[in-house]
């Protein structure tokens, strides 16, 4: 089998690896460019191949990183089918239409500032072209095997997200190669970690975060003391948080420091449509997460739901203590925005920054020392606390990469790193290659990943 890198080489998006073989050509994952311009506009060029000539997509999961080009894929042509485990394809409506509003947005947003080359400026997709995509969604369970011409696929868990999966495919000939898709720490609270892999000819793997370790600290005690100086005095707690997977991580830790009694039972709650959705997902895939269905049922019915823009409003009406869980966790945006004018003032509150800020966010602004930001048109100063919490990433570090490669008898003959800027893919090629039998190379976009020599 030939496979081709067409994204998620050298940078950690645009997923995208084209499998060929002589019966059937299929892509493993579909993702968007994300971040900077430079590569968001990567977007927009001419797909290499014709979509039609596609017999599938397999996906590794819902992110948009994964999975958020399927839109323009299907617009271009696509008819195949789109291979999802079951909770991935109950998460993808939620993140493709999220992405479809905000393509929108990104276009209206242009024409107001006159930079788009289309007049008016044109979205990549919209939410109808996301919707269309959930017409070729078929469900492979882990552990089950599916044919494709020549080539059988089967997926197993890989932590990270719900629904998320490695991609193990083998062929007619006896060739083999697993994809590790993006692989979850082994003390997630909120997801089991990963299964340990199938041997294969050939690893095509994440690395992340493969320079990296994560601090020792656990989740549950960096939330703590975040939060309970603030609920102590009364005050409110501000957590905006990715929608899907984080926020009801969050859950799952406030109900185990109250169970504990180490924080007093406040009200919580979930202001976030997209978040109360995504949390429904959990809750219909209870066992698939790692903790027993009772508790991922608990966590999930501790807040109260917030879903109308009155509800979101009443809520700045309220006095403390209480726990506010809400959408857009790099305050990109949202109601969170809302609440941060209301509740900034007092200094008896926290805003807890849950994970990665991007450059150019409010968020990221936050964490450099600023202590005023810029909303809805004005400057708004923030005496509120600002506590970074850097507990919570979904991705193994180091060592859990190193662990899950060689969890194998033997070594493949090739690993191909993919999913990780320069540096942190070649220090993981390097680490792999100090051991005997391992061969290894940082994948390059539109290259075939070729065999590699052992040296031994
Ligand atoms: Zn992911």
Same mark, same amino acid.
């Given at each position: 089998?030939?496979?081709v890198? #067409?994204?998620?080489?050298?940078t950690v ?6 499998v ?15 971040? #900077?311009?430079?590569?968001?506009e ?17 996906l ?5 990183d ?10 271009a042509?696509f ?18 239409s999220?992405?479809?509003?905000l ?14 080359k289309?007049?008016?400026a ?29 080539f059988?696929?089967r997926?197993?868990g890989a ?10 495919v ?37 690395a992340?975060?493969g ?8 989740a ?8 309970r ?13 990715f ?7 969050l859950l799952? #830790? ?5 169970r504990?009694?180490r924080?007093p039972?406040?009200p919580?709650?979930?202001?976030s449509p ?41 809520l700045n009406r309220?006095?403390g203590?209480?726990i ?12 969170i925005l ?9 200094r ?16 990221r ?24 919490l850097?507990l919570?990433?979904?991705h ?29 893919a070649?220090?993981?090629?390097r ?9 290894a ?5 539109g290259?075939?990943?070729?065999d590699?020599d052992?040296?031994?």
């Amino acid at each position: 089998m030939e496979i081709v890198p #067409l994204g998620g080489a050298g940078t950690v998006t645009g997923s995208k690896f084209l499998v060929s073989g002589r019966r059937g050509r299929f892509l493993v994952d579909c993702g968007l460019f994300q971040g #900077l311009k430079l590569l968001r506009e990567r977007n927009w060029a001419p797909f290499p191949i014709d979509p039609s000539e596609l017999d599938a997509v397999v996906l590794t999961h819902a992110h948009l990183d994964h999975s958020g080009y399927l839109p323009v894929l299907v617009r271009a042509g696509f008819r195949g089918p789109i291979v999802a485990t079951p909770p991935t394809a109950d998460l993808l409506p939620i993140l493709l239409s999220d992405a479809g509003r905000l393509q929108m947005e990104d276009a209206r947003w242009a024409d107001r500032k006159g930079f788009s080359k289309h007049s008016p400026a044109l979205p990549l997709f919209d939410e109808e072209d996301a919707e269309r995509v959930l017409d070729h969604v078929e469900v492979l369970s882990t552990g089950e095997d599916l044919g494709m011409g020549d080539f059988t696929i089967r997926l197993s868990g890989a932590g990270h997200l719900l629904g998320a999966a490695s991609v193990y495919v083998t062929d007619a000939g006896g060739d083999s190669t697993l994809f590790s898709g993006d692989l979850g720490r082994d003390d997630d609270p909120l997801h089991p970690p990963p299964e340990p892999r199938f041997e294969a000819r050939r690893l095509v793997m994440e690395a992340t975060y493969g320079d990296r370790s994560h601090s020792g600290e656990a989740a549950e005690d960096g939330l703590y003391g975040a939060i309970r100086p603030s609920l102590d005095r009364g005050g409110v707690v501000m957590i905006p948080s990715f929608a899907v997977g984080r926020a009801q991580t969050l859950l799952l #830790l406030i109900l185990r420091l109250m169970r504990k009694g180490r924080i007093p039972r406040v009200p919580v709650f979930l202001n976030s449509p997209m978040a109360i959705r995504a949390t429904e997902v959990h809750l219909a895939h209870a066992s698939d997460l790692r903790p027993d269905p009772a508790e991922v049922e608990a966590a999930l019915s501790l807040p109260q739901q917030v879903l109308s823009v009155e509800e979101s409003k009443a809520l700045n009406r309220r006095r403390g203590p209480m726990i506010i869980v809400a959408g857009a966790g790099m305050l990109t945006g949202g109601r969170i925005l809302h609440h941060l004018k209301t509740f900034g003032k007092d200094r008896r509150n926290v805003l807890v920054l849950v994970g990665y800020q991007a450059e150019g966010t409010r968020g990221r602004e936050l964490l450099r020392g600023e202590r005023s930001l810029r909303i809805h048109g004005t400057r708004v100063p923030l005496d509120c606390r600002v506590e970074p919490l850097d507990l919570l990433s979904g991705h193994a570090d180091r060592e859990g990469l190193l662990a899950w490669a060689q969890a194998a008898p033997a070594p493949p003959a090739g690993t191909f790193l993919v999913h990780g800027e320069p540096g942190p893919a070649d220090h993981l090629r390097r680490r792999l290659e100090d051991r005997p039998g391992w061969a290894a190379a940082v994948a390059e976009e539109g290259r075939p990943l070729l065999d590699l020599d052992a040296e031994g």
